[in-house]
């Protein structure tokens, strides 16, 4: 998450596999992310984390409501990178 601004979209995309991977425990995973998110929002105290948290939550929505998973996925990564970039 902290790497994600100096990082190309397509490398997000490679680095991200485990987030493909990681179907039956990916409602863990995200909750980490915020987390991460959420202390770096404590810390630099910028909007862009906030937002962050938002289109994780959205995300969390859309695969507990059964969305197609690497879609959600796809979508979340693109809007995080587009949000902290």
């Known amino acids: 998450m902290q790497n994600i601004k100096k990082q190309d979209i397509t490398e997000i995309w490679k680095n991200a596999q485990v987030l493909y991977e990681a179907k039956e425990n990916i409602i ?3 909750e980490y992310m ?7 929002l404590k810390k630099e ?3 862009c984390y906030a937002n962050g948290i938002q289109i ?3 995300t969390k929505q859309r695969i507990l409501a059964n969305s197609n998973y690497d879609m959600s996925i796809d979508n979340m990564l693109l809007k995080l990178w587009e949000e902290l970039f």
């Open 45 to 47: 105290n910028k909007i």
């Open 34 to 40: 915020i987390i991460i998110l959420y202390e770096l």
């Open 56 to 58: 994780i939550e959205q």
């Open 28 to 30: 863990p995973l995200l």
